[in-house]
T-cell receptor
Framework: AQKITQTQPGMFVQEKEAVTLDCTYD???????LFWYKQPSSGEMIFLIY??????QNATEGRYSLNFQKARKSANLVISASQLGDSAMYFC???????????????FGKGTKLSVIP | ETGVTQTPRHLVMGMTNKKSLKCEQHLGHNAMYWYKQSAKKPLELMFV???????ENNSVPSRFSPECPNSSHLFLHLHTLQPEDSALYLC???????????????FGPGTRLTVL
């Protein structure tokens, strides 16, 4: 089974609207971390937001928020007030194991290509 | 320079060539990573160095040889590559802490490699 599933290969959103990018994960480890990255056409992977498995509140970073539903094993990224510069690939990733416990591996999903329409 | 830098940004090489990719991090981190990103495939972890020691090697062919001379620099030496090795090679770094907080990996801009 895939550890990270992103079911939307491509998404369109109107400028200034909000958009939700889906991510579901699969792990039996009680300690894990979930990350979202943005990859523009230039290639660099830009870190957006992080959610730890024991974090009580959903993570937020500016226009980015993470809708963390632990029982459903989902960690959807919400981008509010979309901008043209948000057009990019978006990747969800998971680290299994506690921070600092020697768990280095990040498992990435296949990504969602977001296109913002003016 | 800030963040994670990689050189060269683009590389074209023949199957008999030997080349090296360079990565430098300016974040004071203690772990560095090499990833491969092929078209239509998820990002694949190749190597991990923590405190300058290799801690993970994910079944990567021996034609890829990593080197980490210090905590700020990471190299990927390439020799006798195959056309299927053409991909975007991304370097990342992180701080591996003891206890709480995050270990977010920060990436460089990548080297786009084409093997003819």
């Amino acid at each position: 089974a895939q550890k990270i599933t992103q079911t939307q290969p491509g998404m369109f959103v109107q400028e200034k609207e909000a958009v939700t990018l889906d991510c579901t994960y699969d792990t039996s480890d009680p300690s894990y971390g979930l990350f979202w990255y943005k990859q523009p056409s230039s290639g660099e992977m830009i870190f957006l937001i992080y959610q730890g498995s024991y974090d009580q509140q959903n993570a937020t970073e500016g226009r980015y928020s993470l809708n963390f539903q632990k029982a459903r094993k989902s960690a959807n990224l919400v981008i509010s007030a979309s901008q043209l510069g948000d057009s990019a690939m978006y990747f969800c990733a998971m680290r299994e194991g506690a921070v600092g416990a020697g768990s280095y591996q990040l498992t990435f999903g296949k990504g969602t290509k977001l296109s913002v329409i003016p | 320079e800030t963040g994670v830098t990689q050189t060269p940004r683009h590389l074209v090489m023949g199957m008999t060539n030997k080349k090296s990719l360079k990565c430098e991090q300016h974040l004071g981190h203690n772990a560095m990573y090499w990833y491969k990103q092929s078209a239509k495939k998820p990002l694949e972890l190749m190597f991990v160095y923590s405190l300058e020691e290799r801690v993970e090697n994910n079944s990567v062919p021996s034609r890829f040889s990593p080197e980490c001379p210090n905590s700020s620099h990471l190299f990927l030496h390439l020799h006798t590559l195959q056309p299927e090795d053409s991909a975007l090679y991304l370097c990342a770094s992180s701080q591996v802490p003891q206890g709480a907080s995050t270990d977010t990996q920060y990436f460089g801009p990548g080297t786009r490699l084409t093997v003819l």
